[in-house]
């Protein structure tokens, strides 16, 4: 019998809305679905683990893996790669499994307009002053970098209408919720009718 494979979920939204967060969540409910695990050539945050969080990676080795044609999107966020190995997100769909491709909007067109297949579901926040204040709460970044994060996050927010699904991440539970409904959604709309 042919397995069903899985989806294609692009996930983005402005660094410290929550999706990692979400993405846990998700992760601890659904053994259908998998996180694709970037590479980047940023340093490990307090607490990353190498192959878990990121590969981590310098900008030569990035750069070997561009010209090979081994990364299904790649994009330079804050001075910094990051991409998505493309070997690892072919091989999860075929096993049926959904694999949710955490990337930011530069990467999520070029999912767009390269694959066939996917979801595409942006995360926001209720307020910039709320995105601050979550940036800030989560004590992994420098001022100079909050504040890069910070106009980053302008910038993406004019993509949102690229996006199949805007979910707000006001509370936790109700935000995974709809993101976990429209998982559903995609699923069933994918099934076979008999
Ligand atoms: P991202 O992965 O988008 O950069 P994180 O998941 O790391 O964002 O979340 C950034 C911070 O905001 C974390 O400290 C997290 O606990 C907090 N957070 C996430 N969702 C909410 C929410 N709905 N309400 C309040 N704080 C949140
Ligand atoms: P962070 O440094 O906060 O982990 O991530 C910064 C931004 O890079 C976030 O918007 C995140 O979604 C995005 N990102 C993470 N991995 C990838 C990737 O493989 N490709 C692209 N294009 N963006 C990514």
Known sequence: MAIDPGLLIVFSGPSGCGKGT?????????TDT??????????????EIDGVHYFFKTREEVEQMIREDALLEYAQYSGNYYGTPRAAVEEHLRA??????EIDVQGA????ERC???????????SMEELERR????????EAWIQTRMQAAKSELEYIG???YTVLNDEVDAAFERLNSIIET?????QPQE
Do not use: C, H, W
């Not at 998998?34 to 607490?47: E, H, I, K, Q, W």
């Open 109 to 112: 067109v070029q999912v767009m």
């Open 186 to 190: 995609e699923k069933s709309r994918k």
């Open 22 to 30: 979400l993405v846990a969540k998700l992760l601890a409910q659904r």
């Open 34 to 47: 998998v996180l694709s695990v970037s590479v980047t050539t940023r340093a490990p945050r307090p607490g």
């Open 135 to 142: 940036l800030r709460g989560r004590g992994t970044e420098e």
């Open 96 to 101: 049926g499994r959904n694999v949710i491709l």
């Open 116 to 126: 066939d297949d996917y979801v595409s579901i942006f995360l926001t926040v209720p």
């Open 162 to 164: 690229r996006y199949q």
